[in-house]
């Protein structure tokens, strides 16, 4: 994809994806400095608007599912560079928590209070749940939802020291299975013996086996890893204990919780 940065003698920067010839500084009215080939020194002067901006372009750039580099350049990173490597990027640069970067989203379990639309086309009814997008006010329906938040998942994922090595097979999209009710969920504890890395969607938690043939589950709600659960120590006091004990989960707060380390992935690309 190609980026263009462009820069004002008076410390204004701007970012686009259309390659203007001559572009004027919207501020001072200055003739602006066209940068196709920006280096990491001018990235890193850029601020949160072109930063937000940045990310939204680099939400379009294609990736190979297998092994998650990008396949085409994006500024400085070249194709084959591991998409979440640029992530790890952003989120050194960007002042506000990683969170609030478009595209992270938390789920309404009753909706939104409204009907709404989603991008896919599908039509989501009053209360119907839902991710909601509170940046920008965007509304998702579940499945497309599921596809968006997926990244963040997989990123948790490669972050945790366990979940990396898993090799057989590997940690991927393909490791996630979605659960419908708690009843399945349960079961798929109960039944135990799941390859490193096998992961369980149910709603919008996420449960990320971290012992191959084991019970760890490293748990994640929305975009925030809080927890690593034993579930066949919840299953000893009963179903309706674990019942309740995973609506909780559902009702566990995240809010509070500080940006995530990013320290760990960084060794690990
Ligand atoms: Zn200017
Ligand atoms: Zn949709």
Same mark, same amino acid.
């Given at each position: 994809?190609?980026?263009?940065?462009?820069?004002?003698?008076?410390?204004?920067?701007?970012? *686009?994806?259309?390659?203007?010839? *001559?572009? *004027?500084?919207?501020?001072?009215?200055?003739?602006?400095? @066209?940068?196709?080939?920006?280096?990491?020194?001018?990235?890193?002067?850029?601020?949160?608007?072109?930063?937000?901006?940045?990310? !939204?372009?680099? *939400?379009?750039?294609?990736?190979?599912?297998?092994?998650?580099?990008?396949t085409e350049r994006f500024l400085i990173w070249l194709p084959t560079t591991n998409r979440f490597f640029i992530w790890l990027w952003f989120a050194k640069h960007y002042s506000g928590t990683f969170a609030n970067l478009p595209g992270k989203m938390s789920w309404q379990e009753h909706g939104t209070g409204g009907e709404a639309e989603c991008e896919c086309g599908q039509l989501i009814a009053t209360g119907t749940s839902c991710f909601f997008n509170h940046k920008n006010g965007k509304i998702f329906c579940e499945a497309c939802g599921k596809r968006i938040m997926m990244d963040l998942w997989l990123l948790e994922g490669y972050r945790n020291p366990w979940i990396r090595c898993a090799d057989d097979p590997p940690f991927?999209?393909?490791?996630?299975?979605?659960? !419908?009710? @708690?009843?399945?969920?349960?079961? !798929?504890?109960?039944?135990?013996?799941?390859?490193?890395?096998?992961?369980?969607?149910?709603?919008?938690?996420?449960?990320?086996?971290? !012992?191959?043939?084991?019970?760890?589950?490293?748990?994640?709600?929305?975009?925030?890893p809080f927890d690593s659960i034993s579930f066949k120590a919840v299953l000893k006091h009963g179903d309706n204990y674990t019942r309740q004990f995973i609506k909780e989960l559902l009702r566990y707060q995240i809010h509070y919780r500080k940006t995530p380390d990013y320290s760990i992935i960084e060794s690990f690309i």
């Amino acid at each position: 994809m190609r980026v263009g940065l462009y820069f004002c003698l008076c410390g204004e920067s701007y970012v *686009s994806d259309t390659p203007f010839q *001559s572009a *004027s500084c919207l501020k001072c009215g200055g003739d602006l400095k @066209i940068e196709l080939d920006p280096t990491m020194k001018q990235l890193s002067l850029l601020e949160d608007r072109q930063l937000e901006h940045l990310w !939204k372009l680099f *939400s379009k750039v294609t990736f190979d599912k297998n092994d998650e580099g990008i396949t085409e350049r994006f500024l400085i990173w070249l194709p084959t560079t591991n998409r979440f490597f640029i992530w790890l990027w952003f989120a050194k640069h960007y002042s506000g928590t990683f969170a609030n970067l478009p595209g992270k989203m938390s789920w309404q379990e009753h909706g939104t209070g409204g009907e709404a639309e989603c991008e896919c086309g599908q039509l989501i009814a009053t209360g119907t749940s839902c991710f909601f997008n509170h940046k920008n006010g965007k509304i998702f329906c579940e499945a497309c939802g599921k596809r968006i938040m997926m990244d963040l998942w997989l990123l948790e994922g490669y972050r945790n020291p366990w979940i990396r090595c898993a090799d057989d097979p590997p940690f991927t999209r393909d490791s996630f299975l979605v659960v !419908k009710t @708690i009843t399945e969920l349960m079961e !798929k504890f109960r039944q135990g013996n799941c390859s490193l890395g096998q992961a369980f969607i149910y709603k919008n938690l996420v449960f990320i086996n971290q !012992k191959d043939g084991g019970d760890e589950w490293l748990t994640i709600k929305d975009w925030c890893p809080f927890d690593s659960i034993s579930f066949k120590a919840v299953l000893k006091h009963g179903d309706n204990y674990t019942r309740q004990f995973i609506k909780e989960l559902l009702r566990y707060q995240i809010h509070y919780r500080k940006t995530p380390d990013y320290s760990i992935i960084e060794s690990f690309i």
